[in-house]
C-alpha cells in the first residue's frame, strides 16, 4: 500500500460520553471517551454532579449536626462515615467511649462493610452481564439492613453512631440473629464465588483486565480493595487500629493474581469477597465479647470543641475516609475537609483505559466500585 492510500484511510477519534446516566458508572460520573474503533485511546472523567457542598455546609452546623450529612457521602456505607467522624471529635474532646458502645461500633461498621462488598458482588456481575447474583446478594443484604432499622429507624442513612457512643442499644434477641445470619451467609458467599468468581466466562472478562501495578496504586495513593488487590498489605485496622481492632483476630487479604495478573479485576473482586469472611470472624468476636454496660459515654449537652486541628481516617468499604477537622473553640467547626478513597480510585481511570476495549473499561470502572457521593461530596 502506498504511502497516499495509508494517509486516506487515517480517521480522526471518535468521542463518546459515557454517563452522567449510565449503569456502568454507578451513579452521576460521566467519562468522555475517546475511541479508535472499540478500542480507547482516551479517557477524562468530568465529576461535580452529585455536589452537595457538604463541606461548605459543616460549617454552619454544629458537630452533632453533622452527622447525617457524613452518611450521605457513601450512603452504601453510611455507619462507616459516621464513625470516623465521631472517632475525630471524640479525639478532639478527649471523650472516653463506653466498651459496649465501641462493641456494637465494630459490628455494624462490620455489617456494613459487608452489605457493601454485596452490593460490588451483584451490581459487578450485572456490569459483566448477570442478573442472578444480584438478587441472591440483595437477598443477604436485606437482612443487614433490617437489622439497621431495627438499630437506627432508617435503612439507607442512619445517624446512629453518635459522638460519645452510639443511639440507641442492641437486644440479645439481635445478636442472636446476627449470630445465626452469620452462619448461613458464610455457605452462601462459597456459593456466590463458585457461581461467579470460578465462572470461566467471568475470569475471562476480569483476569488481566485493567492491571493496577504496586508503583500506580503507590502512585495514585490507592487505599483499601484496591491498593490491597495489587498485592500491598495494607490496612487501617491492622496498621493503625482505631476504636478496639486490635483486639481481634482477623487476616488482611492481598491480590495474588490466582487468574492472571496481580492487580487485576478479577483480584480486586476477590479481595471484597475474601474481607467478606474476615468481617464474619470479626463480627462473631464481638459477639462473644461484648459486654454490659452504658451505650453513651460523658458529653456535654452543647459542644465546644478545643481549638486546634485533627486528621483521622479509617477504612472504609471503599479505602481509607479522613476527616480534617480544624475547631476555633466555637459550636461550629472552623472547616471540615474529607479525603475520599473513590475520589483518589477515578483519578486512576485515565491511566488505566488507554488501549482497553469499551466493554473491558467497563469491568474497570466496575472493579473500583465508587460511590459518586463520596467523590463530589
Not at 51 to 57: G, I
Request: charged residues 25%; aromatic residues 10%.
Amino acid at each position: 500500500m502506498t504511502d497516499m492510500n495509508t494517509e486516506k484511510l487515517k480517521t480522526e477519534l471518535l468521542t463518546l460520553n459515557m454517563g452522567p446516566q449510565h449503569p456502568a458508572t454507578h451513579g452521576v460520573l460521566r467519562v468522555e471517551i475517546k475511541t479508535d474503533s472499540e478500542t480507547i485511546a482516551e479517557a477524562i472523567p468530568h465529576l461535580g454532579y452529585l455536589h452537595r457542598c457538604k463541606e461548605k455546609h459543616s460549617e454552619y452546623l454544629d458537630y452533632r449536626g453533622i452527622i447525617p450529612y457524613t452518611d450521605r457521602m457513601d450512603y452504601l456505607a453510611s455507619m462507616n462515615m459516621e464513625h470516623g467522624y465521631c472517632l475525630a471529635i471524640e479525639k478532639m474532646l478527649g471523650t472516653e467511649v463506653p466498651r459496649r458502645a465501641e462493641y456494637v461500633r465494630v459490628i455494624v461498621a462490620e455489617l456494613q462493610r459487608i452489605a457493601s462488598h454485596l452490593m460490588f458482588f451483584g451490581t459487578y456481575a450485572i456490569d459483566l452481564g448477570a442478573f442472578s447474583p444480584f438478587l441472591y446478594a440483595f437477598q443477604d443484604r436485606e437482612f443487614i439492613l433490617r437489622i439497621f432499622e431495627e438499630l437506627s429507624g432508617a435503612r439507607l442513612l442512619y445517624n446512629y453512631i453518635w459522638i460519645g457512643g452510639v443511639w440507641t442499644d442492641i437486644n440479645d434477641a439481635q445478636l442472636k440473629r446476627i449470630e445465626n445470619f452469620l452462619e448461613e451467609l458464610e455457605e452462601n458467599v462459597k456459593k456466590y464465588h463458585s457461581l461467579v468468581g470460578e465462572n470461566s466466562i467471568f475470569i475471562g472478562r476480569t483476569a488481566n483486565v485493567g492491571v493496577i501495578s504496586e508503583e500506580m496504586a503507590y502512585e495514585y495513593g490507592a487505599t483499601g480493595p484496591v491498593l490491597r488487590g495489587s498485592g500491598i498489605d495494607w490496612d487501617l485496622r491492622k496498621k493503625r487500629p482505631y476504636s478496639i481492632y486490635e483486639e481481634f483476630d482477623f487476616d488482611v487479604i492481598t491480590g495474588k493474581g490466582l487468574k492472571g495478573q496481580v492487580g487485576d479485576c478479577w483480584d480486586r473482586y476477590h479481595v471484597r469477597i475474601l474481607e467478606i469472611f474476615e468481617s464474619i470472624k470479626i463480627v462473631r468476636q464481638c459477639l462473644e465479647g461484648i459486654e454490659e454496660g452504658p451505650i453513651m459515654g460523658k458529653v456535654p449537652k452543647v459542644l465546644k470543641v478545643p481549638k486546634g486541628e485533627i486528621y483521622m481516617r479509617t477504612e472504609c468499604p471503599r479505602g481509607e475516609l479522613g476527616y480534617h477537622i480544624v475547631s476555633d473553640g466555637g459550636k461550629t467547626p472552623y472547616r471540615v475537609k474529607v479525603k475520599s478513597s473513590c475520589f483518589t480510585h477515578v483519578s486512576m481511570l485515565p491511566e488505566m483505559a488507554p488501549g482497553q476495549m469499551i466493554a473491558d473499561f467497563v469491568a474497570s470502572i466496575g472493579s473500583i466500585d465508587i460511590v459518586l457521593g463520596e467523590v463530589d461530596r
